[in-house]
């Protein structure tokens, strides 16, 4: 399902999820080259966190292929919907948990290497969390608990993100703050987001392509290029 | 009008009710004394008489039997915290194989099956009468607690949390580290607490098989009729364990609370 050495960063070739029975949408195929931002927009409950699911190998498709230009986990960023943060530990180590992959168990067992420490600080400070480092993630607010998943998967620093609702929690000056990262990470590292987003503003202002799924159309999905 | 059938009307409290009340009814027998003209009262009287008053000139000897049996239950308590991680984690359903999990819960129900006395008597036959006996019979039996409780913590958790670390690269060891102990970690510390005020409670009454502690002083207190020597320790133990119960409700609370 996931194969490493394509020309683009995700292709999708006649693509159809199913959930409770209902087909979400059939026969979808686009292209995403590296360096590219592609939102997916359209209604709740529509299919867009099931299609991001289904990229990040999580959700069987019925149909169809996908295959990403990458088949290292490490290289896969997900920004989860319900976020996924362990509640207990500090932001810190909630967002030094997104280079676990890349650290053997024994040099994470009893903490992380100071340098470590040092770059996922730095990345928390840009974020506008700095000063949250040691408090529990479960005294934050659900803003600064985005904020924390989205420096989660920037420390990681994959080739790829997928991005559920990244900005749900957040108000519009931090949404475009986030997004801009984001959009930055993209531009000068050549990394590549797929990302649900609702707000239409953003999407103008950000993404390249727009994918929108809308059960009135045909196939239930259609392809927009903004720039 | 419909009316509710039998069936609609016999709610599960009910039933449980009726139960009980039958269960109370085929016990009666238990009520049976031995068949001789005693006067309960005044055998009672007589008997607590010779417990007042207390005799504190053993006061420094109960002291020291009172911190080896906090002794016992301190090491008894750590040593069963550790050994009983690795056998909670076999045990949970949500993460060791099935096969796993029911060989690790037979076990475990088999240490809880025995009440800590009989394991401290186990241990004296192994050991001798002496503390160590105390600490490994207390050991095993914790474990038997211990490893439910913690088994049971695991099988709550949620398992997006590990699963999210697990699908950006980290290993088995690390989402284990990182997404399943600290959701855990309240309940852990909690459990262990409970397990420190129970193993005090237990560690003084195991002395009476030669385990250590300041059972060993009840026991031989006694067997030389010393009431009054025995009310100064039963006196000592009520000051531990109250101590205890208020030390260790206002923690465990703190500890929950702010999970």
């Known amino acids: 399902m996931i194969e490493a050495a394509i020309k683009n960063a995700v292709e999708v070739d006649g693509l159809e999820i199913v959930r409770g029975g209902r087909s979400m949408f059939t026969e979808m195929s686009w292209e995403l080259p590296d360096g590219k931002f592609l939102a997916v927009t359209g209604p709740s409950g529509i299919g867009k966190s099931s299609l991001l699911a289904c990229l990040g190998g999580r959700l069987r498709q019925h149909h169809g292929t996908f295959r990403l230009s990458t088949a290292d986990p490490r290289q896969v960023g997900v920004i989860f919907q319900n976020l996924r943060l362990s509640r207990n530990l500090s932001v810190l180590i909630n967002v030094l948990c997104g280079q676990l992959g890349s650290q053997p168990w024994w040099r994470t067992l009893f903490s992380f290497p100071a340098a470590e420490r040092q770059r996922a600080f730095e990345i928390m400070c840009e974020l506008g969390i700095g000063e949250l480092a040691n408090k529990p993630v479960r005294k934050i607010s659900g803003g600064e608990q985005q904020r924390t998943a989205i420096a989660r998967v920037l420390y990681q620093s994959p080739s790829i993100i997928f991005a559920d609702e990244p900005t749900s929690n957040l108000d519009a000056g931090l949404s475009a703050k986030m997004l801009g990262i984001l959009r930055n990470q993209c531009d000068t590292e050549g990394k590549t987001a797929v990302c649900v987003l609702h707000d239409a503003e953003l999407v103008e202002e950000f993404a390249d392509v727009e994918l929108r799924l809308d059960s009135r159309v045909e196939h239930g999905w259609s392809l927009r290029k903004i720039r | ?259």
């Open chain 2, 1 to 259: 009008m419909p009316r509710l059938s039998w069936r609609e009307r016999f709610t599960a409290f009910r039933a449980t009710l009726l139960l009980f009340a039958i269960a109370v009814i085929i016990s009666l027998p238990a009520m049976t004394g031995s068949g001789r003209d005693l006067n309960y009262w005044e055998n009672f009287m007589r008997f607590a008489g010779k417990f007042f008053p207390p005799d504190l000139s053993v006061t420094p000897t109960v002291l020291v039997a009172l911190g080896e049996t906090i002794q016992i239950a301190v090491m008894a308590t750590f040593f069963a915290a550790i050994i009983a991680l690795p056998l909670a984690v076999a045990g949970s359903q949500n993460i060791a194989p099935r096969w796993m999990n029911l060989v690790t819960r037979m076990i475990l129900n088999v240490i809880r099956t025995l009440p800590s006395l009989i394991w401290a008597l186990l241990a004296v036959a192994v050991v001798g009468p002496n503390p160590l006996a105390g600490v490994i019979g207390l050991t095993f039996y914790s474990i038997g607690y211990l490893g439910k409780f913690y088994s049971d913590a695991f099988e709550s958790i949620d398992a997006e949390v590990s699963d999210g670390l697990r699908a950006s690269g980290a290993n088995a060891v690390q989402s284990f580290q990182y997404g399943m102990l600290p959701q855990v970690k309240p309940l852990i510390l909690s459990h262990v607490l409970w397990m420190l005020e129970y193993n005090i409670r237990s560690a003084a009454i195991i002395g009476y098989v030669g385990a250590g502690g300041i059972g060993l002083l009840l026991h031989t207190y006694q067997e030389f009729g010393h009431w009054d020597r025995f009310s100064t320790v039963l006196l000592f133990i009520l000051i531990l364990v109250t101590t205890l119960d208020l030390f260790g409700e206002w923690l465990r609370g703190k500890i929950l609370r702010d999970d």
